[in-house]
């Protein structure tokens, strides 16, 4: 079976663009542009906390990704009609060069 084989889903990924609406308050708005839509898998977790940064976070998702996949830790990933925030983007944890592993926090 190949890696492949196993990115049966398909994950939006949004990057945070500069936003020049402004809210009730005069605010500038967070806006999201959509970067690609790719192949991925998308585990559920039962609430992992890990240090990212200086904060500790708590994942609640893991999403699989080719190596190469164009994502940060400033990203967003929507799968499913579910938002999330990412927390930590490892390349290559298993060190045998075919994937990205993201930690994610659902928000929506």
Known sequence: ?????LLTGTCTLQRYTAGTAADEFGHLTKTW???????CRVQQLGGKE???????QV????AYFRM??????????????VTF????????????GHHVE????GVT
């Open 1 to 5: 079976m190949s890696f492949d084989s």
């Open 33 to 39: 542009a959509d970067t690609a839509g790719v192949r």
């Open 50 to 56: 890990m240090a990212s940064g200086i904060f500790p």
């Open 59 to 62: 994942a609640t998702h893991r």
């Open 68 to 81: 190469g996949t164009d994502i940060t830790h400033k990203d967003r990933v929507v799968y499913g009609g």
């Open 85 to 96: 925030e990412v927390a930590l983007v490892d390349a290559d944890t298993a060190g045998a």
């Open 102 to 105: 993201v930690m994610m926090k």
